[in-house]
Each structure stands twice: as C-alpha cells, then as structure tokens.
C-alpha cells in the first residue's frame, strides 16, 4: 500500500517536473531519428548493393562479349585476293582439257599424217596395216569401258569423296595412255588398254560434280559447271593440234606420251593443291570459309 503510493507520487513528481519530460521528449525523438536512419542507411545499403551486383553482370556480359569478338575477329582479305573457289575450277577445266585429250588421241594418231621428209604418210593405222574393221574396234574400244562406269563413279565419289575419284581416274587414264603405244603391236593388248582407259576415265565426271558442289554457291553454280566442261572442247582442239605436229616430228608415238606426260603432272598437282571440300583446304583464307 505504501509503496504503491509512493509510486504514484514519483510519477506525479516526474509529470511535473518540465526538465524530465523535455529530456524525455528528446530522448524518444532521437531515438525515431536514429530508428529512421538505420532503416534509410539499410535501404540505401540494398539498393547500393543491387546496383554493384548489376554493374559486375554488365561487366562480365562487355568482358565475354569482347572475348568472343576477339576470338571471331577474321581480317578481311586484301583487295587483291582471288577466292580459292577459282583456282579449283581452273584446276577442274584443265582437267577435263586433258581427258578429252586422252579420249581422242587413238582417233587423231588413226589419221594419216604427211611425213616431214620423204616417206608414206606417219599413223599408227598404216604403220601395223589395220582393217577397217580392226581399226573400228580400236577407236570404240575406249567408249566400252567409259560408258560402263557412270554410275559406279558416282557412288565411289560418294564413299570416297570426289578428289580421289576424279585425282586417280584421270591419273590411271594417263598412265594408260603412255602403256597404248607399247600395247599397239597387239591388237588385243591395244584393245584391252584402251578399255581400261575407257573405265577409270569414266568416274572422273561424277567425281566433277561432286568438287562443283562443294566448291561452289548456288547462286554461281550453272557458270561454273559451264566453264569446267567447256574444257571438253579445249581438249579436242588442244589435242589435234599438237596431234598434227608432234606425229608429223616425232612419229603417232609421242602424242600418247605427251598427253600421258601431261595428264600425271596434273594429277599430281590436283592431289597438292586441291581439296575436295573448302573445309579441308590448307590454303583457304578464313573470309571463305
């Protein structure tokens, strides 16, 4: 009872007491400020926070995009660089300039030819007194083996690509070539040459197709199949005209030699500085690729 009274008059004393409820009053404001402070510096903090976190993605995202264009950076060829693509339709188009050599060189060595000097007219025709029937045989005995081998070039440029259907056909078709003139005194070992000749000639044109449509745009396509097979008629002319001089100088013997000569110095070349596909170039510049 006492001591509640005594209670009641501290409170009272304090209520009237304007000093203590000054102190009081200062007391507890400072106190809200201190509270609001902490909530605002908290927030502040959080925002802060959100800020450094977004700036360091944006960071990272400036850092992993230079990275990757450092990485993709392909200096532009010069402006004197020719695309690989032309060198090997220039390589294709010599080729078919050989083969068509090599297809017709039996017909053009059939024809007879005036000697430089003295002496009967120079083929290989007069030379072993071939029937017309033998001589038929002969010039028909290359296309016998040509047409029958279309179809399989096609599936072995599939399963081996076209370089090496088209590299080796035209390398044993000279190789072949350069045997006619020891088989010629044989008629059935010129026959069986010539076939030979016939057969691994007659891939190489699948093989063809197969480098033009790796080699080549879409858009480019139909020219560049033109160019190389109009190499076809290069070689019919090529190969007479040098039939003419060569067999007039050197006897019917050095235009299969010439031509076998030729179409193995291509082929090597086609095997070195050829690919099948741009991917398996060494000598592709990255712009193209």
């Not at 990275?67 to 693509?85: D, K, N, Q, T």
């Not at 050989?98 to 017709?104: E, F, K, S």
């Not at 290359?142 to 599936?155: A, D």
């Not at 040459?193 to 699948?206: F, K, S």
Request: net charge neutral.
């Amino acid at each position: 009872m006492n001591r509640r009274c005594v209670g009641h008059e501290e409170v009272a004393a304090e209520s009237k007491n304007p000093t203590i409820n000054r102190r009081t009053h200062y007391l507890t404001k400072s106190q809200d400020m201190l509270s609001d402070s902490i909530h605002v510096s908290l927030a502040e903090k959080a925002d802060l926070n959100d800020t450094l976190a977004l700036f360091k993605a944006t960071e990272a995202d400036c850092i992993e995009e230079e990275h990757f264009l450092i990485a993709g950076y392909e200096e532009p060829p010069p402006s004197s660089y020719i695309p690989r693509r032309y060198f090997v339709l220039l390589m294709l188009f010599l080729g078919v300039v050989v083969a068509y050599g090599l297809r017709v060189c039996i017909s053009i060595a059939a024809a007879p030819v005036s000697a430089v000097g003295p002496g009967p007219p120079i083929s290989i025709y007069n030379e072993f007194g071939w029937t017309d029937t033998i001589k038929g045989i002969v010039l028909s005995a290359f296309f016998y083996g040509y047409m029958s081998t279309q179809i399989i070039g096609g599936l072995l440029a599939k399963s081996f690509g076209g370089k090496a259907v088209v590299g080796w056909g035209i390398f044993l078709a000279s190789f072949f070539t350069l045997l006619t003139p020891i088989a010629a005194p044989n008629i059935y070992a010129l026959v069986l040459v010539r076939v030979l000749t016939g057969v691994v000639e007659g891939v190489t044109y699948p093989g063809l197709i197969t480098i033009l449509d790796n080699w080549t745009p879409r858009e480019e396509r139909g020219l560049a199949v033109s160019f190389v097979f109009s190499g076809a008629f290069i070689g019919n002319v090529l190969a007479l005209a040098m039939g003419g001089v060569l067999m007039q100088r050197f006897g019917w013997r050095s235009l299969f030699i010439a031509l076998g000569a030729m179409g193995i110095l291509w082929a090597a070349l086609f095997h070195v500085l050829v690919a099948g596909h741009p991917a398996q170039s060494r000598f592709l510049h990255p712009h193209e690729r």
